[in-house]
């Protein structure tokens, strides 16, 4: 198919747009950010670099539109600082809710699917057990609830659409700016010592395995609501602590605490528990996420020796060779 891809530069959009790619697609990536306008080298020079649209343009979008003549898009673009939607509810519901609603809107009057990345972050985080995509979403900070409404857009205008819900991104190389990568800058810069909280519970998301599973998704044209995140749970402090282990990082020290110890850094109210499980994958048996650990392990041996920053264990983190 042609697929337009939007917020195509970020972490995601880098694993995503090659996995289309390798089984087929011609893809048109666009982004806001053009700051790297070709991040995927290993295509070659027949893949378009990333063109600039900015999803909360009407204009914008009817122009790629015309321009790509898409036969499917993936819609990722998104503000995805849980922080800054907090400070900022009206940029939050531009950039999640409404332009969602433009790119809607552009589906429907093309006759295409949309895929829409959506986030764990929709739930209130009061379940003890993983959430499955039957369970009703009470978001409870700016972020959750405008990304739930992207998806109440994606529902209402289209009758053909997949929202998949992602867990705590895990991925992206130089691109990762979530959780694992401020461990590593912290390793980097000399920490002795880390902390991280035990009292916020989720699921790790691979990007390239949900890159690879969503390839195999939209092929199916199961339209509907899905889950995917790599298999298991943990806490920050048990992603943390599986970095030092992976990295063998025994002079440095882990202290377990709680959220309220970064309540100035990360003031956004955050759920107590994100943990999902793939439901409606594993019923249709399309479920190829992999275990969280063993993906944090694979990223942490290949991707991340491209950043540079962690010479003291260049040597553990080179792919391992065959």
């Known amino acids: 198919m042609r697929i337009l891809v939007t917020g195509a530069a970020g972490m995601l959009g880098s694993a995503l747009v090659p996995a289309l790619v390798k089984v087929g697609h011609v893809v048109t990536p666009t982004d806001i950010d053009l700051r790297d306008p070709r991040p995927w080298p290993q295509l070659g020079g027949a893949q378009a670099p990333i063109g600039n649209l900015d999803v909360r343009s009407r204009d914008d979008i009817a122009a790629w539109f015309e321009r790509a003549r898409p036969e499917f898009v993936v819609h990722l673009a998104a503000e995805t600082d849980v922080d800054v939607c907090e400070r900022d509810v009206d940029h939050a519901y531009l950039t999640n809710a409404i332009a969602t609603k433009h790119v809607a809107i552009a589906c429907r009057a093309a006759n295409v699917p949309l895929a ?3 986030t764990a972050g929709v739930f209130d985080g009061t379940k003890d057990e993983p959430y499955i995509e039957y369970d009703a979403a009470y978001p409870i900070n700016n972020y959750g609830r405008s990304k739930l409404e992207g998806e109440h ?28 990568a401020k461990i590593l800058q912290q390793l980097a810069t000399g920490a002795k010592t880390i902390y991280a909280v035990s009292d916020k519970l989720g699921t790790p998301t691979y990007a390239p395995d949900f890159a690879a599973c969503f390839a195999g998704l939209i092929a199916t044209e199961s339209y509907g609501l899905y889950h995917m995140a790599c298999r298991g749970r943990g806490t920050r402090y048990d992603v943390a602590r599986k970095i030092l282990g992976v990295l ?14 970064f309540k100035d850094e990360y003031p956004a109210p955050r759920p107590r528990s994100e943990m999902m499980r793939n439901l409606m994958l594993d019923l249709q048996d399309l479920n190829t996420m992999r275990d969280w650990e063993d993906a944090l392990e694979e990223y942490l041996r290949t991707a991340f020796s491209d950043l540079g920053t962690m010479t003291s264990t260049k040597r553990e983190l080179q792919p391992e060779r065959k």
Do not use: I
């Open 116 to 118: 829409y990345v959506s």
């Open 153 to 180: 857009y994606t529902q209402t205008f289209l009758d053909r659409f997949y929202v998949v819900r992602a867990g705590w991104m895990v991925g992206g190389g130089p691109k990762d700016h979530k959780f694992v």
């Open 248 to 261: 063998g990082r025994d002079d440095v020290r882990l202290e377990e605490v709680g959220s309220d110890f």
